[in-house]
């Protein structure tokens, strides 16, 4: 298929080629033709009708006389594409209708007359060199747009300007953005901008990571995950582009003392872990919410139901034993939910990791506060150490 059009392209420039040289040709010889008789003709004529008794007849004997001279013609182009021929319209007095089919008009004055000489220039074309030259052109024309680079994009002069102001030379430079060019659209514009300002690469890998068929419909909003995915992932482009593309998913490994969010592992302390855990089986199994105790009435149910669940999960024997002798308080389950909020978003920033964090409302007579993971119920998993009474009631 390239290759057609290739021959497509080079027959085409060829015939522009050809037809280019024939207007050539025809305009040069025009132009010498009127330059040299400019010159030379006006004093010519004028020694002629010295002493010229009958004018008429003297002009008419010039005017064939120069035909003879002039026919037939060579090409100024110093090449054969045109056959040119001359024929003298008019020689005489001056007048404005003997000019009104020539080619170029040559104005002059004889003992203060006006005399005008009228000429048209008739060329036909030269079939065999004229192709020729429009062939050997159109080669040579497609030879130089194929091997010369083709002009810089807006996109890649900004870039090689950026890259020279960091002190790359121009060559070096034009050469680093020369991939900026097919397919590059303004998502990977966008990305790439975000990745010399965010990450300390060289350039050629970060134009690389932009130029990835992944990032071509990657969304602006994604940016700050496929980002966090980079840096948390071994600078693993594919990975971090499969991350950025997933949707918000909260997977708690308690065996492994992790949560997994996008594919990032993000550890936790065990207790805060296992709070979590808790939260996230009450919202997989139903509603989610949990109402913080009364501030002066810790909850000894929930406390117990709880502290069970940390015994199969392997939780600290103090955050067990507190919640054994003193029950489920408002002020733990707050410090908590804060300490998990404090590690997520030391990982993954305030805007990604709200997704993962609580929402809360006031309920009941007393407008305590109740919370649940913001999450819905199909986008949370929970892995136990063991399922031996570990799901609390």
Same mark, same amino acid.
Not at 303 to 307: F, H, K, R, V
Not at 369 to 377: A, D, G, Q
């Given at each position: 298929?390239k290759g057609?059009?290739l021959?497509?392209l080079? %027959?085409v420039?060829?015939?522009f080629m050809?037809?280019l040289s024939?207007?050539?040709?025809v305009f040069? %010889?025009?132009h010498?033709l ?5 010159r030379?003709?006006? /004093?010519?004529? !004028?020694?002629?009708?010295?002493n +010229?008794d009958?004018?008429d007849?003297?002009?008419e004997?010039?005017r064939r006389?120069l035909?003879q001279?002039?026919?037939?013609l060579p ?7 045109a056959?040119c ?6 020689l005489g007095?001056?007048?404005d209708?003997?000019s009104?089919h ?5 104005r002059?004055r004889h003992?203060n007359?006006p005399l005008?000489a009228?000429l048209s220039?008739?060329?036909s074309p ?9 062939l ?5 024309t497609?030879?130089a747009?194929l091997?010369?680079p083709?002009p810089?994009?807006r996109k890649q002069?900004?870039w ?8 790359l ?10 991939p900026l060019r097919?397919?590059?659209?303004a =998502?990977q ?7 010399v300002?965010e990450v300390d690469?060289?350039f050629e890998t ?10 071509a419909d990657?969304p602006?909003?994604?940016?700050a995950?496929?980002l ?10 594919v ?14 490994d308690l065996a492994n003392?992790?949560?997994? $969010?996008? +594919?990032?592992a993000?550890p936790?302390p065990r207790?805060?872990?296992?709070? *979590?855990?808790w939260?996230a089986l009450?919202?997989r199994d139903g509603d989610?919410?949990l109402?913080n /105790?009364p501030?002066n009435r810790? !909850?000894?149910e929930q ?5 069970r669940?940390m015994q199969?999960?392997?939780?600290h024997p103090?955050?067990i034993n507190?919640?054994?002798d003193?029950g ?5 389950l707050d ?6 909020k404090?590690?997520l ?10 997704? *993962?964090l609580f929402?809360s409302?006031r309920h009941? =007579?007393?407008?305590r ?9 199909t986008a949370v998993? $929970? !892995?136990?150490?063991s399922? %031996?009474d570990?799901?609390?009631?």
């Open positions: 298929m057609i059009r021959v497509v080079a %027959t420039l060829s015939l050809a037809a024939w207007f050539t040709a040069s %010889t025009t010498e009127e330059r040299r008789l400019g030379i003709l006006p /004093p010519a004529v !004028d020694q002629a009708l010295i +010229g009958d004018r007849a003297a002009m004997h010039i006389r035909e001279y002039l026919n037939p090409s100024a182009t110093g090449w054969a594409a056959e021929a001359v024929s003298v319209d008019y007095t001056a007048a209708s003997a009104d020539a080619d170029f008009d040559i002059w003992q007359q005008q009228s220039l008739h060329c030269r079939a065999l060199p004229l192709a020729l030259r429009g050997g052109l159109g080669v040579l497609l030879a747009l091997w010369l083709a810089l994009t002069r900004f090689r300007q950026k890259l020279m102001e960091e002190g030379p121009r060559r070096q430079a034009a050469r680093l953005v020369a097919s397919g590059f659209n =998502a514009a966008h990305l790439l901008e975000t990745l300002k690469r060289p970060l134009r690389d990571w932009a130029l990835m068929p992944q990032s990657l602006a909003n994604r940016h995950a496929f966090l995915a980079l840096r948390r992932l071994d600078y693993d482009p990975a971090a582009h499969a991350s950025a593309r997933s949707e918000d998913h909260l997977h708690v003392g992790q949560v997994r $969010v996008r +594919g990032i993000i936790l207790t805060p872990l296992l709070y *979590y855990a939260y009450r919202r989610g919410w109402l /105790p501030s810790p !909850d000894r406390g117990e139901q709880l502290a669940f199969t999960q392997q939780g103090k955050a507190d919640l054994l003193h489920l308080r408002a002020k733990t410090q908590n939910r804060n300490r998990i404090e590690e978003v030391a990982v993954l920033g305030e805007a990604l990791a709200a997704p *993962y929402v409302e009941g =007579a007393q407008a506060s109740r919370y649940r993971l913001t999450l819905p119920p998993t $929970v !892995d136990l150490i399922t %031996t570990a799901e609390p009631a």
